[in-house]
């Protein structure tokens, strides 16, 4: 099973400020990488598939990056509901399509 | 507009079955895998498996083989989970969604449109 790991795993910024998330994997996982966003008391929200294709519906400030086994969510400009709990999910190699453990993004 | 709605919170006792459910709407049922997704309190997101509506294929997580058992009606477009004997561990919110697309395009464990989460409770 491959082990997703997120850091870090709290980062506090100020709206308005770019966030920079990142998720290891502990093999290849080619391209097939993708983020979600929960805010409490909701649902996940895919936001990105395929590394850095966005989901229908996800503002452009969003974008994601790497291949292989480091990967990066990158928020460009935070808006007050951009501070959530982001998780990364290989589905290279599954089952399971294993998630990572979580980023919480708090407001600094 | 594509809408997946859960059954209600569940209070069960340890030893007890329970059957959630995970009804599908405003798109083709039979055509994309619909997934289970567990949320233990306080804690992150575990792929439990996926069933395909058209056929019940299913693929399980290692974790959860065994443990529960995924089915499907695409009578009434409804997916199900259920646990034949609930443990205090079992305790979790339960959330179904769909895939972004088929396996054949490596989507299939993906998912875009989520349910409002089922919360299971098993407590003596």
């Known amino acids: 099973e491959i082990v997703m790991t997120q850091s870090p795993a709290t980062l506090s910024v100020s709206p308005g400020e770019r966030a920079t998330l990142s998720c290891r994997a502990s093999?290849?996982?080619?391209?097939?990488l993708a983020w979600y966003q929960q805010r409490p008391g909701q649902a996940p929200r895919l936001l990105i598939y395929?590394?850095?294709t966005r989901a229908t519906g996800i503002p452009a400030r969003f974008s994601g990056s790497g291949s292989g086994t480091e990967f990066t969510l990158t928020i460009s400009s935070l808006q007050s509901e951009d501070f959530a709990v982001y998780y990364c999910?290989?589905?290279?190699?599954?089952?399971?399509?294993?998630f990572g453990q979580g980023t919480k993004l708090e407001i600094k | 507009e594509v809408q997946l709605v859960q059954s209600g919170a569940e209070v069960k006792k340890p030893g007890e079955s329970l059957k959630i459910s995970c009804k599908g709407s405003g798109y083709s049922f039979t055509n994309y895998w619909i997934g289970w997704v567990r949320q233990m309190p306080g804690k992150g997101l575990e792929w439990m498996g996926i069933?395909?509506?058209?056929?019940?294929?299913?693929k399980y997580s290692s974790s959860f083989q065994g443990l529960v058992t995924m089915s499907a009606d695409k009578s009434i477009s409804t997916a199900y989970l259920q646990w034949s004997s609930l443990k205090a561990s079992d305790t979790a919110m339960y959330y179904c969604?769909?895939?972004?697309?088929?396996?054949?395009?490596?989507?299939?464990?993906?998912?875009?449109?989520w349910g409002q989460g089922t919360l299971v409770t098993v407590s003596s």
């Open positions: 999910q290989q589905y290279n190699n599954w089952p399971p399509a294993s």
């Open positions: 969604a769909r895939s972004v697309g088929y396996c054949s395009d490596g989507v299939c464990s993906i998912f875009n449109f």
């Open positions: 069933i395909y509506p058209s056929d019940s294929d299913t």
């Open positions: 395929g590394t850095s």
């Open positions: 093999q290849s996982v080619s391209s097939n």
